[in-house]
């Protein structure tokens, strides 16, 4: 049986959800429930705090786990990326009140707070900053109000909640996090986790990409082509007047709007949309 480990909570929970759905999961699943059985997929789903999630699997208690990249970082687990799934993304940077610092290594000799006390401190060591590193386990925008650090070091997806505690951040980010599927390192081959692996890229490819349909004169269709060369190659139909033919082909979602103005301008009609909801390439 597969063992998954799901977040139960924050940016990672519900798009964690909304993908395994998509990809045949869950279909039985509470909003809260901890653990979910899936007979008609061999497998189970625990809901587990993220920031567990690398050490269980890690530990080879769990097959597989979505998480963040910032969290497996954290974690020092054994257990390692196989698949970026493109949802929850966040930056971790370095926030001061405003104007008590210019750079980074401003911060030699100052006390930084953050709940990513594994990851603030391999970036300090590299950047060669002697800083006291403080705990916690959340609130880190009030650490400095509350007069146990100088500084802030948290994840950042739009940046308000530093704002509003009047800090601003400086330097680069130290990382830039988004969901993972992370497994053991060393683990041994096992045709449930690739099966799981392949219904996720599907999911992600069929959302990268939809189907396009537009009928071209046939003296055209190779410049048409050019616009939509498909994943191999796009299909072509013949149609009732052999001046004309019906084009198919998968564009990416993002471009489609460009292209559907190209394949006008080259004469293209009847051009339709359609999404795709799973695909195995």
């Not at 008609?40 to 769990?62: H, M, Q």
């Not at 189907?211 to 191999?232: F, H, M, N, R, W």
């Amino acid at each position: 049986m597969l063992r998954v480990a799901l977040p139960n909570k924050g940016q990672l929970a519900e798009p964690a959800r909304s993908i395994l759905s998509e990809a045949g999961y869950l279909h039985a699943a509470a909003a809260r429930d901890l653990v979910v059985q899936d007979p008609d997929n061999d497998a189970e789903f625990f809901f587990l705090r993220p920031k567990d999630i690398a050490t269980y699997v890690g530990s080879g208690t769990l097959d597989v786990g979505i998480t963040g990249r910032d969290m497996l970082l954290d974690s020092g687990a054994t257990a390692e990326e196989i698949m970026a799934l493109g949802f929850a993304g966040s930056t971790f940077r370095l926030a001061v009140p405003v104007g008590t610092a210019q750079t980074v290594q401003d911060l030699s000799g100052r006390r930084i707070a953050t709940s990513y006390p594994g990851l603030l401190a391999d970036y300090l060591r590299r950047e060669g900053i002697d800083a006291e590193v403080v705990r916690l386990d959340g609130a880190v925008e009030n650490a400095v109000a509350l007069g146990v650090a100088d500084a802030v070091a948290d994840v950042v997806a739009t940046g308000t909640t530093i704002r509003k505690a009047g800090l601003e951040v400086i330097g680069e980010p130290i990382l830039i996090s988004d969901a993972l599927l992370v497994r053991r390192i060393g683990a041994e081959p096992d045709p449930a986790v690739d099966n799981f692996v392949r219904r996720l890229h599907s999911v992600m490819v069929a959302r990268a990409y939809v189907l396009v349909d537009y009928d071209i004169s046939a003296q055209k269709v190779e410049q048409a082509c050019a616009v939509t060369p498909g994943i191999e190659s796009p299909t072509i139909s013949p149609l009732h007047d052999p001046a004309w033919v019906a084009v198919r082909a998968m564009v990416t979602r993002r471009d489609v709007h460009r292209i559907m103005d190209e394949l006008y301008a080259l004469g293209a009609r009847g051009i339709l949309v359609t999404d795709i909801h799973a695909c195995r390439l």
